[in-house]
């Protein structure tokens, strides 16, 4: 969750090359991209929970998350749609993300079989999922946008949200260090 609401969406690397190896990254960004959507969608969900609720403890809220989390894509979308109108373009495009993200995980390389055994037909499979990395980037900003408003309402400050990112950040370097 970001509060920063004026996020623009950040560039997608360029591919150096075609091998094998270039399309493994690129479809491994893609995977990332697709889940810190969903997380979104987690997140906005917690929010709507967590705004319906008066007193709640730590332990409510990684109920939440736990029990939203558990659900996929599609199940997180159903269920918000029935709480949150979002606008036709936002609907159609959370839509198109469920379906390139399960299409990505599920049939990119059968598709793609005879793409990944030349250079051209890897140039084409890294355009293609380069256009599924900027889709969930755009899709999540928009849920992002949301978001930001609901934690804000719930007193979640962009403080608090920095100061727990740093505490995320320095438990990274201690993991850095320690080894």
Same mark, same amino acid.
């Given at each position: 969750?970001?509060?920063? *609401?004026?996020?623009?969406?950040?560039?997608?690397?360029?591919? /150096?090359?075609?091998?094998?190896?270039?399309? =493994?990254? =690129?479809?491994?960004?893609?995977?990332?991209?697709?889940?810190?959507?969903?997380?979104?969608? $987690?997140?906005? @969900?917690?929010?709507?929970?967590?705004?319906?609720?008066?007193?709640?403890?730590? #332990?409510?809220? #990684?109920?939440?998350?736990?029990?939203?989390?558990?659900?996929?894509?599609?199940?997180?979308?159903?269920?918000?749609?029935?709480?949150?109108?979002?606008?036709? *373009?936002?609907?159609?495009?959370?839509?198109? @993300?469920?379906? !390139?993200? +399960?299409?990505? &995980?599920?049939?990119?390389? $059968?598709?793609? #079989?005879?793409?990944?055994?030349?250079?051209?037909?890897?140039?084409?499979?890294?355009?293609?999922?380069? +256009?599924?990395?900027?889709? =969930?980037?755009? $899709?999540?900003?928009?849920? /992002?946008?949301?978001?930001? !408003?609901?934690?804000?309402?719930?007193?979640?400050?962009?403080?608090?949200? !920095?100061?727990?990112?740093?505490?995320? /950040?320095?438990? &990274?370097?201690?993991? #850095?260090? @320690?080894?």
């Amino acid at each position: 969750m970001s509060f920063y *609401p004026n996020r623009e969406i950040p560039n997608t690397p360029k591919p /150096e090359n075609s091998s094998a190896k270039e399309v =493994f990254s =690129f479809s491994g960004l893609c995977m990332f991209n697709a889940q810190v959507l969903e997380q979104g969608l $987690v997140n906005l @969900a917690v929010g709507l929970i967590a705004e319906k609720e008066t007193k709640l403890t730590s #332990d409510d809220f #990684d109920k939440f998350f736990n029990e939203a989390g558990s659900k996929t894509l599609g199940q997180l979308i159903y269920d918000l749609r029935k709480q949150i109108n979002f606008s036709e *373009p936002l609907e159609k495009s959370l839509i198109e @993300a469920k379906n !390139q993200r +399960n299409f990505v &995980a599920h049939n990119f390389f $059968v598709k793609h #079989d005879i793409n990944f055994m030349s250079e051209q037909g890897r140039k084409i499979m890294i355009e293609e999922l380069i +256009n599924y990395i900027e889709l =969930f980037i755009k $899709v999540d900003l928009e849920i /992002e946008k949301i978001t930001h !408003q609901l934690w804000k309402k719930l007193g979640i400050t962009q403080e608090m949200v !920095q100061h727990e990112l740093e505490n995320m /950040e320095n438990r &990274a370097k201690a993991m #850095d260090s @320690a080894s």
